[in-house]
Antibody, heavy 116, light 110 residues
Framework: EVQLVESGGGLVQPGGSLRLSCSAS????????LHWVRQAPGKGLEFISA????????YYADSVKGRFTISRDNSRNTLFLQMSSLKIEDTALYYC?????????WGQGAQVTVSS | QSALTQPASVSGSLGQSITISCTGT?????????VSWYQQHPGRAPKLMIF???DRPSGVSNRFSGSKSGNTASLTISGLQAEDEAEYYC??????????FGGGTKLTVL
C-alpha cells in the first residue's frame, strides 16, 4: 500500500524558514518523479514544485520560485521541501504526491502557518 | 501559469444530473488528454474521480463521467446523491511540463 507521510510543518514568522519532509513507502521510490501540492485555507489546490527521479531536474511555480527548494534522498525514500523567505500567503496544507497527473494517494499533509 | 476556470458553484436536486466545466487553453486542457477530476469533502484529502479525461478509477461510481471539447473539460454527475455534495477540482497537464488545477466548484445537492 502506498503511503506518503508529510512532516516538518509548523508556525513560523514571515521571512522565516521551514523544511518539510515526506517519507514514502509501498512503491519503488526512485522510479517516480515527485511533487508538492498545497492548499491554502478555504482555497483550491496549487502545484508548487516537482523533481525528477534522479533529482537533477526540478520545477517550481512562479509563486515559490527562488524561495523554495525541492530535493530527494532515494536511499531514504524521502522527499524534501526547503522553504525560505516565507510569506503569509504561503500558509497552507502541503501535500507530497506521486503521479501528479493522476493523484490517487494523498498523505495527511503538513500544515504550514506563516504569521507574526 | 493561470488556474483553469471553473464555476464557483453549481447545484442540483437529488436524482438530477449536473455538469461542471473546466476551461483552459490549447497549452493545457485543449492540448493534452490528461485531465483529472477530484472530489473533496470538508476536512478531507481530495479523492480522484476521473483521469485521462474520461477514465474512472476502480471503485468510483459510474454516475461520474468526464468529457472534453476543445479547451473545455467537463465532469457530469448523474443521479445526484446527498454524498456528492463537495468541492470539485479539475487538473490538467500543461506545456510547461507541470500541472495546473482549477479554482474549484462547490456542488450543493438540494
Amino acid at each position: 500500500e502506498v503511503q506518503l507521510v508529510e512532516s516538518g510543518g509548523g508556525l513560523v514568522q514571515p521571512g522565516g524558514s521551514l523544511r518539510l519532509s515526506c517519507s514514502a513507502s509501498g512503491f519503488t521510490f526512485s522510479d517516480y518523479g515527485l511533487h508538492w501540492v498545497r492548499q491554502a485555507p478555504g482555497k483550491g489546490l496549487e502545484f508548487i514544485s516537482a523533481i525528477n527521479t534522479d533529482g537533477d531536474r526540478t520545477y517550481y511555480a512562479d509563486s515559490v520560485k527562488g524561495r523554495f527548494t525541492i530535493s530527494r534522498d532515494n536511499s531514504r525514500n524521502t522527499l524534501f521541501l526547503q522553504m525560505s523567505s516565507l510569506k503569509i500567503e504561503d500558509t497552507a496544507l502541503y501535500y507530497c504526491v506521486k503521479d501528479i497527473l493522476v493523484i490517487q494517494y494523498w498523505g495527511q499533509g503538513a500544515q504550514v502557518t506563516v504569521s507574526s | 501559469q493561470s488556474a483553469l476556470t471553473q464555476p464557483a458553484s453549481v447545484s442540483g436536486s437529488l436524482g438530477q444530473s449536473i455538469t461542471i466545466s473546466c476551461t483552459g487553453t490549447s497549452s493545457d486542457v485543449g492540448g493534452y488528454n490528461y485531465v483529472s477530476w477530484y472530489q473533496q469533502h470538508p476536512g478531507r484529502a481530495p479523492k480522484l474521480m476521473i483521469f485521462d479525461v474520461t477514465d474512472r478509477p476502480s471503485g468510483v461510481s459510474n454516475r461520474f463521467s468526464g468529457s472534453k471539447s476543445g479547451n473545455t473539460a467537463s465532469l457530469t454527475i448523474s443521479g445526484l446523491q446527498a454524498e456528492d455534495e463537495a468541492e470539485y477540482y479539475c487538473s490538467s497537464y500543461t506545456s510547461t511540463i507541470t500541472v495546473v488545477f482549477g479554482g474549484g466548484t462547490k456542488l450543493t445537492v438540494l
